[in-house]
């Protein structure tokens, strides 16, 4: 459906279930990690692009405390107070509408009573931040509707903040810091120390990028992801023993690595090496593309996914299937896993007059050799939190 269309949608449902049009719509899309995999948590620096598909939101303030929203995809209606923010065990999707609220109201922005309603088309569970858009879609809704101050990335340590602190899952800030400032037709480079970030030319006429879900719902990744995150902790304290200045992988050249590398636990071991290498991946991205060189860029995607599934150890063998299916189908310029792996999607890189032949060839292949059917969706790169109809 069209963007148009479906904001009609969420018009109406807004107009039946409060009786009143909504003051105005925004949408806040959902990502795919082109590179930096795993590398945001270590301070290190990642290269993702905002989707076309995303998180609707409309809104109206009210005169009093009271938050009530609505959920399209779930048909549900909740409502609490701004007084007490509880986390709700049932309704769980609305989980990340309150942790924003709660985190909003902490950092000290003077809410208001607010109606809205919520419309996703970002399949949940495949790794593509659906979360980090229903975050970023009511943190900017708030904020298009109330007017406070907040700059990008302060909102999106507030949604990553509701993610990790109320919703209780842990992740980096790539996910909510580019659903808040993608750009189209650009990939963004994020230092996630720092959190300086430059929009790198994405073109994606010529080249389209295209996500294929594995349809295998990422099962372990909770423990897994944390299992990670405490093996690269491990890494950096073991090599700040030998090398000046390290609080995290960031700080860790690959010529340092090479040097002391061998002094490290086999699997610590693998873990930082995986994490140095992607970022220097990252850092040689935005290189090759400010010149336009997208063969080098794939290079360096499939070097990531090599990387990912022998390294870190993240992948699993649906997701080996599909990169290898799709490096084989027509217009194939790579393949790599996105997000935190065991499961999700792959994405690719694309050239544009193969596109129908890549989809249908990767579409029967996948399921000649795993009997599921996977969704493939050609996605270009998008603005980030936008308004949409005031
Ligand atoms: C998930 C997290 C991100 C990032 C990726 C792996 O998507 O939400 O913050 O850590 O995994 O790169």
């Not at 594995?214 to 990744?221: C, H, I, N, Y």
């Not at 795993?370 to 969706?377: F, K, R, W």
């Amino acid at each position: 459906m069209m963007l148009q269309d479906r904001v009609g949608e969420v018009r109406e449902q807004f107009e039946r279930i409060f009786g009143t049009r909504p003051q105005t719509v925004v949408r806040a899309p959902g990502r795919v990690e082109l590179l930096g995999n795993h590398t945001d948590y270590n301070e290190g620096f990642v290269l993702p692009a905002a989707i076309s598909m995303d998180v609707l939101a409309a809104g109206s303030l009210r005169d009093d405390e009271v938050v009530a929203a609505y959920s399209a995809n779930f048909d549900t209606l909740v409502a609490f107070p701004l007084s007490s923010i509880e986390k709700d065990q049932v309704n769980t999707w609305s989980n990340y509408v309150r942790g924003v609220l709660h985190f909003l109201k902490e950092s000290g922005v003077r809410l208001q009573g607010v109606n809205m309603a919520i419309s996703g088309n970002v399949p949940v569970g495949s790794g593509l931040s659906s979360s980090a858009a229903i975050e970023m879609a009511v943190g900017f809704l708030m904020q298009t509707l109330i007017g406070f101050e907040m700059s990008g990335p302060d909102l999106a340590l507030i949604g990553q903040r509701a993610e990790n602190e109320f919703v209780g899952v842990s992740t980096g800030i790539m996910d909510q810091f580019v659903s808040r400032l993608g750009r189209k037709d650009h990939a963004l480079f994020l230092d996630c120390r720092t959190l300086g970030y430059e929009q790198v030319p994405l073109e994606t006429k010529a080249i389209k990028i295209v996500v294929c879900d594995t349809m295998k719902r990422r099962g372990l990744v909770d423990s897994e992801y944390d299992q990670r995150r405490a093996q690269c902790e491990e890494a950096a304290r073991l090599l700040s023993q030998w090398i000046p200045n390290v609080r995290a992988l960031r700080d860790v050249s690959k010529e340092d690595f090479e040097l002391y590398k061998d002094r490290l636990p086999e699997v610590i071991r693998k873990r930082a090496q995986h994490v140095i290498y992607e970022n220097e991946r990252v850092l040689k991205s935005r290189e090759v593309l400010n010149v336009g060189d997208y063969d080098a860029f794939a290079r360096l995607l499939d070097e990531c996914h090599e990387s990912a599934r022998d390294l870190y150890e993240v992948s699993c063998a649906e997701l080996d299937t599909m990169v290898e299916v799709s490096r084989q189908a027509p217009g194939a310029m790579c393949a790599r896993l996105t997000g935190a792996g065991f499961g999700g999607c792959t994405v690719s890189l694309v050239r544009d007059e193969q596109v129908d032949a890549f989809v249908d060839t990767v579409r029967a292949g996948y399921a000649e050799r795993t009997g599921v059917t996977p969704s493939i969706y050609v996605c270009t790169a998008e603005d980030g939190a936008s308004v949409v109809q005031q």
